[in-house]
């Protein structure tokens, strides 16, 4: 307010000098206009237009942003969204072609390695197959020589020829007769000969011979009928393998 421009007129001078030319009632009658302040009329205009040519005519929409976009809340929102998944979809696309290259770059690099330990692999996997089948085969022949010895031993104490007495006087029940050996052999020579010893074995006259006496009563003829059904059989077996 009391700081004078270049000619020596200060903010405060012009209030006063502007309250001076206001027209009022006791001066409004005069025809005569008053030269002292017609002069301070014209240096009041001449400050002004220095004021406006130093500072600019004041706009207040110079202030103020100018928004020519007609953008309510939904349309920012919806381009806010846009941005966020065409920015995750770049990243996304940026992050698959750099593991693509990777894995090629590995693929190239390391191609007769990989190759190498998959033709180790299918070795070792093919070196535990024998082994399981080695292992699957004597399981097998085990359990048939069990099955045997044991079907032997039946028939040892079936047939027994002892004279002793607690032998001689023990009964045979239908369920102490073995029964037929079913041996599976590849060897059809062998085979034969089994199965001719099979035969002599349950012949039903010899049966009868040894073991007649000793047959309990009440499953006598039970066991006679089964002894003679399997000597059947074996005879069929046999003559199966002559045609």
Known sequence: MFVPNRAGVTPEDLLNWMKQTEPSASTSHRSEKDPEKEWMEKLF?????????????YD??????????????????????????DKKHA?????????????????NKEREQEEKSHKE????????????????????????????????????????????SSV?????????????????LKDVNAFR????KQQ????PDKFAQ??????????????LDTVTALSQELNSLAQSLKT
């Open 91 to 107: 990243e996304a696309q940026r992050l698959a072609a750099s593991c693509s290259g990777s894995k090629r770059r590995k693929t």
């Open 121 to 164: 692999h299918l070795r070792r996997l093919q070196k535990e197959h024998e082994e399981y089948l080695s292992r699957a085969t004597r399981k097998e022949d085990e359990v048939r020589q069990g099955k045997k010895r044991r079907y032997e031993e039946r028939c040892a104490a079936t047939f027994q020829a002892s004279s002793s």
């Open 60 to 85: 207040a929409d110079d202030f103020l942003p100018v928004d020519d976009d007609d953008e309510d809340f939904g349309d920012w929102a919806d381009r806010i969204r846009r941005e966020y998944f």
């Open 210 to 223: 040894r073991c007649s006496s000793r047959l309990e009563e009440k499953d006598r003829q039970r066991i």
């Open 45 to 57: 205009d001449e400050c002004e237009d220095e004021f406006f040519e130093s500072f600019g005519v």
């Open 200 to 203: 002599t074995l349950w012949h």
């Open 168 to 184: 001689s006087d023990s009964k045979l029940c239908y369920s102490d007769i073995p029964g037929q050996l079913h041996e599976e």
């Open 193 to 196: 000969k089994v199965l001719r």
